[in-house]
């Protein structure tokens, strides 16, 4: 919980740096080792009801699929929803 609690970010610009503020939500530094690790836990089970196509790789989401009909545009507001959903659940 440290590791993600209370963590800061900010801007550095030509040497200076900008407002720095307080996270208040989970966002894993990027480049840490153990941020793969982190994300493969958190979202193993993100994939769960999705009909569409999602691909899983260290730390990112993609979500896609091919539109051939009306329906498949509504089937991906769908599967967004619920990811939308799974994110806040989470």
């Known amino acids: 919980m440290n590791f993600l ?12 740096i900008g407002t720095v503020v307080t996270k208040v939500s989970g966002d894993i530094p990027q480049g840490s080792v153990i941020g793969p690790l982190l994300f493969n836990l958190f979202a193993n089970n993100l994939p769960d009801n999705i009909t569409s196509d999602i691909a899983l790789y260290a730390d990112d989401t993609k979500l896609f699929r091919p539109i051939k009909c009306p329906n498949d545009i509504q089937e991906l507001w769908t599967d967004l929803n619920k990811i939308a959903g799974w994110m806040k659940s989470w």
Do not use: I
């Not at 609690?5 to 200076?16: F, I, L, S, Y």
């Open 5 to 16: 609690a209370g963590r800061t970010k900010g801007a550095k610009v030509d040497g200076h």
